[in-house]
């Protein structure tokens, strides 16, 4: 299957031919590097030719994809975007962008030689999309399985070769998901093709598992005994680095500093309405005691998979009385638990089908149970991160209408770039603004008659909401600390003390999101996208007056795809004032 070609109404074919050329450029950089070099995003993506082939971490390989990047970058530059229509400019900008932190990457952040979870959790999730999804029968599945674990070996020899000094924090996080991984490969995977009856393919299959099991038990050894002494290598980006990243990745340029201003002052002013909240909920507690109480109101583990399900109905019906937002699609997503390689870093998560992907249309909304090996302690740390508050901005943030209703307007996306490249700026931004806007627009509200126990849950709901909107307000702080130094340096340790001080979460949760943020340096970008999305709808209704309408405004702002906000304000408002 090939990518499939932009749509004709995106193109409008310019008389010089620069609309063409692009067009034809950028669909052969999607086949020929960025998918060619990362093919488990290819099968992700719904590319089934791919399926048989596993990322080549070779130092070889890494060099020829670098000067692969460098010779589309030259001819996409090349390109006058004084030619094109204004969309297709704004898709050059993507595509540029996109090269260039794939180049920022491989060249300076350098992943491949410094964290070694990339090489077993990468492995992990290049089974895992072949299992998750029956896009073709499962002997056609399990065949292009087998094909990439004959591979897998491999990765993990390049591995201990490319690894040079990473940093203790990267080796311990590998260590930490190991065994997980092992236990991944010896039941998950098996169980997921019970359907496959070829014997010799079976047999095929029960050889390559078996060396991946092996391969990855004898990766965690040398990571323990050969890799981890020697881990001593510095995590933190800097802060060129990290604007850099900033400007290809979001296409935002504001300076650190003013950047950690922003952060602060919406962080600020989340504590302080929770503290109001928090006052009409107990006035004789404090905050931080009302946070406490609130942690203990969540379901049973075995419970949260259904309070989420249960949570769909009204959300959707909410969303339609009240013209929120179109939603293209009458199924809902499947809710499971969470893949054992994602647990370490990730509380829940929405895993949709890819772009091009015509034969399984499921999308999985994933959630991270405690482990049954837990003491009662951590699982109680764990829950009350699915408090009643955090349950229902979970289930806005993820689905409704978060997450799920913008994969559901994928298919009006103007072009190929817009599904791929997507800015997380404008992923998680979206979902992080619906937690908010759907509260503020009156879901989960109780009127002035209700009585005082519907009351007081709204008002729990309203303080889950801003303890979401804190851990990320603490994420924007901690990543331009921790990576740069500007507003003062930051360890891990401090960095998991300012989620507990000022992001009110757990120590548990804490040290996850410090950890996540070693290897997820810009993870600003929820809070960083949300405040762009709220900056321009409400430079939009000054602009519109009595005109402006909120499921419109939320419809176009879909119609542009996953582009960085920056594009969407200029295609939305027709200038270019600041996003922020």
């Known amino acids: 299957m090939a990518v499939p070609p932009t749509p004709l109404n995106a193109q409008r074919i310019a008389a010089d031919g620069a609309t063409q050329t692009f067009a034809f450029l950028s669909d052969q950089y999607l086949k020929d590097v960025f998918f060619r070099y990362q093919p488990s995003a290819a099968t992700s993506a719904g590319l089934h030719e791919y399926d048989g082939q596993l990322e080549d971490m070779s130092a070889a390989s890494i060099q020829k994809q670098i000067a ?104 311990e996080i590998a260590l930490e998901q190991i065994d997980g991984l092992v236990s991944f490969f010896e039941t998950d995977v098996p169980s997921a093709f019970t359907g496959a009856d070829d014997a010799e393919l079976r047999a095929a299959f029960a050889k390559s598992n078996a060396a991946v099991i092996q391969a ?84 049973a583990p075995d419970k949260l998979l259904q309070t989420f399900q249960d949570q769909f109905a009204s959300l959707i019906a909410f969303i ?25 870093t990730t509380q829940a998560s929405m895993d949709p089908p890819g772009a091009f992907e015509t034969h399984s249309t499921k999308a999985y909304f994933n959630v991270t149970l405690p482990e049954k090996d837990w003491s009662k302690e951590r699982v109680a740390e764990h829950m009350a991160a699915f408090n009643i508050g955090t ?18 307007w994928q298919s009006q996306f103007p072009s190929n770039i817009r599904k791929v490249l997507g800015a997380n700026s404008n992923i998680e931004g979206w979902a992080h603004y619906t937690e908010q806007m759907m509260l503020d627009q009156g879901y989960a509200a109780a009127g002035p008659d209700a009585s005082p126990e519907a009351k007081r849950e709204a008002r729990l709901i309203r303080l889950g909401q801003l303890q979401d909107a804190l851990l990320r307000d603490a994420r924007f702080v901690v990543s331009i600390r921790m990576h740069t130094g500007v507003g003062g340096a930051m360890s891990v340790e401090d960095a998991v003390a300012y989620f507990v001080k000022e992001g009110y979460q757990s120590p548990s949760i804490g040290l996850m999101e410090a950890k996540r943020g070693t290897s997820d340096p810009t993870y600003l970008y929820y809070t960083l996208g949300k405040l762009q999305i709220m900056k321009l709808r409400a430079d939009l209704m000054a602009k519109q007056g009595a005109a402006f309408n909120l499921q419109t405004f939320h419809d176009n702002l879909m119609r542009q795809g996953f582009a960085p906000i920056k594009i969407i304000r200029k295609a939305m408002l027709h200038d270019n004032s600041p996003t922020l």
């Open 68 to 171: 692969a990047l460098h010779a589309y970058e030259k001819k996409i530059d090349a390109i006058d975007p004084s030619s094109l229509d204004a969309s297709i400019v704004d898709d050059r900008g993507m595509l540029l962008g996109n090269i260039r932190s794939r180049l920022l990457t491989l060249e300076v952040i350098r992943p491949w030689e410094n964290n070694p979870d990339s090489y077993s959790s990468g492995l992990t999730n290049a089974a895992f999309v072949i299992m998750s999804r029956n896009y073709a029968s499962p002997n056609t599945r399990l065949r292009s399985l087998v094909e990439r674990e004959k591979q897998m070996p491999q990765m993990l020899a390049d591995a201990r070769k490319n690894l040079k000094n990473p940093p203790r924090i990267s080796t």
């Open 216 to 299: 990855l038990k004898d990766y965690g050894v040398w990571l323990k005994t050969d890799l981890l002494p020697r881990s001593a290598g510095d995590f933190k980006l800097g802060a060129d680095t990290f604007r850099r990243k900033l400007a290809y990745d979001e296409m935002v340029d504001l300076p650190l500093d003013r950047l950690l201003e922003i952060a602060i002052a919406d962080r600020a002013k989340n504590q302080a309405e929770f503290a109001r909240v928090a006052k009409e909920v107990d006035p004789t507690k404090t905050p931080l005691e009302v946070l406490a109480e609130l942690a203990t109101i969540h379901p």
């Open 320 to 344: 339609r009385t009240h013209h929120i937002i179109t939603i293209p699609s009458d199924v809902q997503p499947t809710l499971e638990e969470t893949p054992p390689f994602m647990r370490a």
């Open 391 to 408: 349950v229902t901005s979970t289930a806005v943030h993820e689905a409704y209408p978060g997450h799920y209703v913008q994969f559901l």
